[in-house]
Nanobody, 124 residues
Framework: QVRLVESGGGSVQSGGSLRLSCAAS????????MGWFRQAPGKEREGVAA????????VYADSVKGRFSISKDNANNAIYLQMNTLKPEGTAMYYC?????????????????WGQGTQVTVSS
């Protein structure tokens, strides 16, 4: 059974940093691409960053390019999202998700398995 557990959320002031973690279990971790998504109240879920199964290739939403970095640790079955220079519009619930193939995508429809989320609040 696929299990994804996020951690690392919290409250931070504008300009600050946070590092989110997602621990995965129940499948062969290196086989599948993974992604980070976020959803603010009243808004649709949006893709933030994604990474291939191998961890070699990444993609980012334009809104976070140059500030966020996704990484994948295939030895420890975990992915991370380093978030720097956070902005108030980054306030949202952040979710990690697992795709059913090896290539990355920022479309939520490409992902079948989701964690419960971790809250990030950025104050101005």
């Amino acid at each position: 059974q696929v299990r994804l557990v996020e951690s690392g959320g919290g409250s931070v002031q504008s300009g600050g940093s946070l590092r989110l973690s997602c621990a995965a279990s129940g499948y062969t971790f290196s086989t599948y691409a993974m992604g980070w998504f976020r959803q603010a109240p009243g808004k649709e879920r949006e893709g933030v960053a994604a990474i291939t199964g191998s961890g070699r290739f990444t993609v980012y939403a334009d809104s976070v390019k140059g500030r966020f970095s996704i990484s994948k640790d295939n030895a420890n079955n975990a992915i991370y999202l380093q978030m720097n220079t956070l902005k108030p519009e980054g306030t949202a619930m952040y979710y990690c998700a697992r795709s059913d193939d090896n290539w990355y995508s920022l479309y939520s429809s490409s992902y079948k398995h989701w964690g419960q989320g971790t809250q990030v609040t950025v104050s101005s």
